[in-house]
């Protein structure tokens, strides 16, 4: 059973088109993440969540919006796409939100806007 | 945001030990020090962390100095399985809410 999966792997859309990223993970978790992963491989956290509640909210552009429908799932839904959007992007997920609880990350989606 | 400085690339022969150094002399007293390593086309996953005292589990084991300046995580024994990018990070602390600031990675090679 995958820990923390991710849908699609890969989206291949043009700019302005508005498209979803969808998480799970059924390790019981509280607290998810998405993170965002540059062509030089540089990792930023983007959102995180805390029991569906948004505790983390990066410098991230109002067109990329997490959703939490319940603690199992975490989405990202990015509008109006632009080509500096292209990289891949990880969900992850924590027991809770505390430093000591290891993380564990998803496949990863990669994005590309052309 | 504390950072942390790593050497872009190591290499290592196969079956020796490795230390892989990060700096982070702007760390602060909360901050903890995680080792994450990401094989190619994959997540991060969990290597090890730690505070203040070194640290040993089944994969590695993480020296931090003194000051608390600078860490090394140490692979006893590489395989070619090591082979990855491996990522120093702090978890620093905003108003109670803990946040990864990754650094730039070390790209290990292990040498057959």
């Known amino acids: 059973d995958t820990a923390v999966s991710q849908t699609p792997k890969y989206l291949v859309t043009q700019m302005g088109n508005d498209k979803s990223i969808k998480c799970e993970q059924n390790?019981?978790?509280?607290?998810m993440y998405w993170y965002k992963q540059d062509s030089k491989k540089f990792l930023k956290i983007m959102f995180s969540?805390?029991?569906?509640?948004?505790?983390i909210n990066e410098t991230v552009p109002n067109r990329f919006s997490p959703k939490s429908p319940d603690k199992a799932h975490l989405n990202l839904h990015i509008n109006s796409l632009e080509l500096g959007d292209s990289a891949v992007y990880f969900c992850?997920?924590?027991?809770?939100?505390?430093?000591?609880?290891?993380?564990?990350f998803g496949p990863g989606t990669r994005l590309t806007v052309t | 945001d504390a950072k942390t400085t790593q050497p872009n690339s190591m290499e290592s022969n196969e079956e020796e030990p490795v230390h892989l150094p990060c700096n982070h002399s702007?760390?602060?007293?909360?901050?903890?020090i995680h080792w994450y390593r990401q094989l190619p086309s994959q997540g991060p996953e969990y290597v090890i962390h730690?505070?203040?005292s070194n640290v040993n589990n089944r994969m590695a084991s993480l020296a931090i100095a003194e000051d608390r300046k600078s860490s090394t995580l140490i692979l006893h024994r590489a395989t070619l399985r090591d082979a990855a990018v491996y990522y120093c990070?702090?978890?620093?602390?905003?108003?109670?809410?803990?946040?990864?600031?990754f650094g730039t990675g070390t790209r290990l090679k292990v040498l057959a």
């Open positions: 390790l019981g978790h509280d607290t």
């Open positions: 992850a997920s924590s027991q809770s939100s505390g430093p000591p609880y290891e993380q564990y």
């Open positions: 702007t760390i602060s007293g909360t901050d903890y």
């Open positions: 990070i702090l978890s620093s602390t905003t108003s109670g809410t803990y946040k990864y600031i």
């Open positions: 730690g505070l203040t």
């Open positions: 969540y805390n029991n569906k509640e948004l505790i």
